[in-house]
């Protein structure tokens, strides 16, 4: 299931699911039912991404050690998990929370496994196709909330949009070996890890600085979190300014890591300051 990364996407789910204006205090019936059905979708589209690159894995140090590469399950056993924990996870959102969460659910995972996995090994344009799953958990959480695809859903999605260039190119950046000796392009230069990487990171950044007033300007929390967004936008920016002069293996890792702490300061800076508005 890839469990770390599978509870980073449902954190945000979850978070983004609190963040609606209509949800009040902690439903923990319903918040622990939107992790499992998160942990089961995910762990779904993880599951098929590893069956398909079982080999590709095999061949890498950092994910040689998975269940399929490693030979611990067959493909066919991932297959049967990946189809149970999916089934799984999309009708619970029906039945827990609503038909458009379920069906943005069900997107999520095609779009993850049958698009962005093999789209990896054909053209960098896989990064920008995987940013969607990637960020539409966001969306989930605030459409199982609201039955609603409404402005406050789309603002959090995009804050996690953005935030996944800079993550994903620090990461192919630090793999790059090993993603060469398989055939993935995942950086945006043909050449490798180039200036032109670090300033693709860097525009990015930037942009997340003006969406992360959006929530406020939604009146979705309070002054509280902007400050606290607005430094952790600056301080992306300038992990990849340092990338940028640096050109290092070190530079993309202090861009991975940074990017790895940033989620749940926003989030939960969000999360935090939306429950004291709604107090005052």
């Not at 599978?6 to 205090?25: D, E, K, W």
């Not at 029906?94 to 999520?108: D, K, P």
Request: proline share 4%.
């Amino acid at each position: 299931m890839k469990f770390t990364l599978s509870f980073t996407v449902v954190f945000t789910c979850v978070i983004c699911y609190q963040l609606a204006p209509n949800v009040a205090g902690f439903d923990w019936f319903n918040i622990l039912l939107l992790t499992f059905a998160g942990l089961c979708i995910t762990g779904s589209a993880n599951a098929i991404n590893q069956s398909v690159e079982k080999d590709t894995d095999a061949l890498m140090k950092r994910t040689s050690s998975r269940p399929v590469a490693a030979g611990r399950l067959t493909q066919q056993q991932a297959y049967g998990f990946a189809l149970i924990t999916g089934v799984v996870g999309v009708g619970l959102m029906w039945w827990g929370f609503n038909l458009s969460s379920a069906l943005l659910s069900a997107f999520s995972l095609f779009l993850y496994a049958f698009i962005y996995t093999p789209l990896k090994k054909i053209n960098s344009i896989a990064v920008l196709v995987g940013a969607f799953p990637g960020a539409i958990p966001c969306l989930i959480g605030w459409v199982a909330a609201t039955n609603e695809f409404s402005a406050g859903g789309w603002a959090l999605l995009l804050i996690q949009f953005l935030w996944q260039f800079p993550h994903f190119w620090a990461i192919a950046w630090v793999s790059h070996n090993d993603y060469s000796k398989v055939g993935f392009k995942l950086l945006p230069a043909k050449e490798g890890p180039t200036r032109f990487t670090a300033v693709q990171s860097i525009m990015y950044a930037v942009l997340m600085i003006p969406i992360g007033f959006i929530p406020h300007y939604l009146h979705l929390t309070g002054d509280w979190s902007m400050w606290v967004v607005l430094v952790a936008n600056i301080f992306m920016v300038v992990q990849c300014v340092r990338l940028y002069q640096n050109m290092g293996v070190q530079a993309a890792r202090r861009v991975m890591f940074s990017s790895y702490i940033y989620l749940p300061i926003v989030y939960l800076s969000l999360l935090a300051d939306k429950l004291n508005f709604v107090h005052l």
